[in-house]
T-cell receptor, first 120, second 111 residues
């Protein structure tokens, strides 16, 4: 079973440019989440998509956007890049939440290798 | 929202020793607590997880304990090996698809 695939692995962009990152989830996974990882802030949640709809959003400016396609593949876009956007961007995919008599249970998130974005 | 504190930020041990990483969480409704291992140049990989209906779970040299009353959970690695060297993250969530992660612990195992 193929894992989560992120492309490209590395990117170098100039301030003011925009960038699009791609994520292909594990087959059958309909939830795709995006995270920004930096040494100072750790793993910061960007947004989560399920069945082509953004279901959750973190505290990032509107320059960060995303979308999900009918095959569950997802893209995230960052416009007007700033030096501070340099980070490892991680995508994770999950199965549907499990509903039990005890409540809602999250399922395991599988991460991709990430895209290392450097803004110069 | 949920807040997860993780300690220590760096842990250095000798090969064969045990390592313990601790996390506390703030939201009493959190019910899923995964631990991830991230090696250099790779994405985080789940190594063990625990749900709020159990207090302990073990998988070979790795174990996780959960104290719901105190709202803390811990990762225990026994007989550490150099290949255990990595950054470990704890997380907490409650069926919302938005796990909150700790800041990470850099574990260094000296041969």
């Amino acid at each position: 079973k193929a894992g989560v695939t992120q492309t490209p692995r590395y990117l170098i962009k100039t301030r003011g440019q925009q960038v699009t990152l791609s994520c292909s989830p594990i087959s059958g996974h309909r939830s795709v989440s995006w995270y920004q990882q930096t040494p100072g802030q750790g793993l910061q949640f960007l947004f989560e998509y399920f069945s082509e709809t953004q279901r959750n959003k973190g505290n990032f400016p509107g320059r960060f956007s995303g979308r999900q396609f009918s095959n569950s593949r997802s893209e995230m876009n960052v416009s007007t890049l700033e030096l501070g956007d340099s980070a490892l961007y991680l995508c994770a995919s999950s199965l549907e939440i499990v509903k039990t008599t005890r409540g809602l249970w999250d399922t395991e998130a599988f991460f991709g290798q990430g895209t290392r974005l450097t803004v110069v | 929202g949920e807040n997860v504190e993780q300690h220590p930020s760096t842990l250095s041990v000798q090969e064969g020793d045990s390592a313990v990483i601790k996390c506390t969480y703030s939201d009493s409704a959190s019910n899923y607590f995964p631990w991830y291992k991230q090696e250099l140049g790779k994405g985080p990989q789940l190594i063990i997880d625990i749900r709020s209906n159990v207090g302990e779970k073990k998988d070979q040299r790795i174990a996780v304990t959960l104290n719901k009353t105190a709202k803390h959970f811990s990762l225990h690695i026994t007989e550490t090996q150099p290949e255990d060297s990595a950054v470990y993250f704890c997380a907490a969530s409650r069926g919302s698809y938005i796990p909150t992660f700790g800041r990470g612990t850099s574990l260094i195992v000296h041969p």
